[in-house]
T-cell receptor
Framework: KAGVTQTPRYLIKTRGQQVTLSCSPI?????VSWYQQTPGQGLQFLFE???????NKGNFPGRFSGRQFSNSRSEMNVSTLELGDSALYLC??????????????FGPGTRLLVL | AQSVTQPDIHITVSEGASLELRCNYS??????LFWYVQSPGQGLQLLLK??????LVQGIKGFEAEFKRSQSSFNLRKPSVHWSDAAEYFC???????????FGGGTRLMVKP
């Protein structure tokens, strides 16, 4: 079974631009979560989607948004990019069925550099 | 609010030596606990998990972890470290639904030949 895939793997943007990252979950997984990883703040939860609905949200500004499609693929968008948004963005998928079904499997990440 | 502490930022061990990475969590109910490993420039790979039942859990690559409720700990162990184990290790706790992870700061493991 194929793992979680994320595109693109690398991205360079300038301040003020917006960016969209994509995540395809493991086949059969209906939950997709997004995390930001930076050297200073570590790994932080952004949001989680299940069956096209946002189920959980972390403590990030409204510039960070996401959505999930009917095939469980997810996108996250960051508008008005700031230098501090430079990070590795990780997507994880799970069955979303509770208990062990919430075990999250991570993709390789998208590395975003904001200049 | 849930939290995870990994007291050791860096650990260096000799190849073939045993390893223990510490993890302490704060959570009001029975926690869902995880260990992940990350190689440079890569995503996170799940090593093992604890949801309930036997407090000693076995994972991949010869790793195991023990859940100790009285100590709020979930330490990761390996009896004999290989050079390929050099990586960063993250402990995480899941919320009551298990679908939001809070990570510790990570422990970077270096392996001496």
């Amino acid at each position: 079974k194929a793992g979680v895939t994320q595109t693109p793997r690398y991205l360079i943007k300038t301040r003020g631009q917006q960016v969209t990252l994509s995540c395809s979950p493991i086949s059969g997984h209906r939950s997709v979560s997004w995390y930001q990883q930076t050297p200073g703040q570590g790994l932080q939860f952004l949001f989680e989607y299940f069956s096209e609905t946002q189920r959980n949200k972390g403590n990030f500004p409204g510039r960070f948004s996401g959505r999930q499609f009917s095939n469980s693929r997810s996108e996250m968008n960051v508008s008005t990019l700031e230098l501090g948004d430079s990070a590795l963005y990780l997507c994880a998928s799970s069955l979303g069925t509770g208990g062990d079904g919430e075990t999250q499997y991570f993709g390789p990440g998208t590395r975003l550099l904001v200049l | 609010a849930q939290s995870v502490t990994q007291p050791d930022i860096h650990i260096t061990v000799s190849e073939g030596a045993s390893l223990e990475l510490r993890c302490n969590y704060s959570y009001g109910a029975t926690p869902y606990l995880f260990w992940y490993v990350q190689s440079p420039g890569q995503g996170l790979q799940l090593l093992l998990k604890y949801f309930s039942g036997d407090t000693l859990v076995q994972g991949i690559k010869g790793f195991e972890a023990e859940f100790k409720r009285s100590q709020s700990s979930f330490n990761l162990r390996k009896p004999s470290v290989h050079w390929s184990d050099a990586a960063e290790y993250f402990c995480a706790v899941g919320n009551n639904a298990g679908n939001m992870l809070t990570f510790g700061g990570g422990t970077r493991l270096m392996v001496k030949p």
